[in-house]
């Protein structure tokens, strides 16, 4: 069965991780590329409200609140 254009890139993207980066984990260089794409949605996103910020504190209650 043939890939698909998705499987065709990212087997392109790791061949080239391979080469570029070869003491680097496929793992971590994924890692680095998520964070990258993050801070950049971050970067561009409007601040949100404080209803909106008490709805993320909700599905991560991890995340330490206004208090701290």
């Known amino acids: 069965m043939p890939l698909t254009a998705e499987q065709r890139t990212d087997r392109a993207r790791r061949a080239a ?12 260089l994924e890692r680095e590329r998520t964070n990258r794409a993050i801070d950049e949605i971050v970067t561009r996103a409007p601040r949100m409200t404080p209803e909106q910020a008490a709805r993320i504190r ?3 209650k991890y995340l330490p609140g ?3």
């Open 17 to 28: 991780d391979a080469r570029h980066h070869p003491d680097t984990s496929p793992e971590d």
């Open 58 to 60: 909700q599905l991560f």
């Open 66 to 68: 206004p208090e701290g």
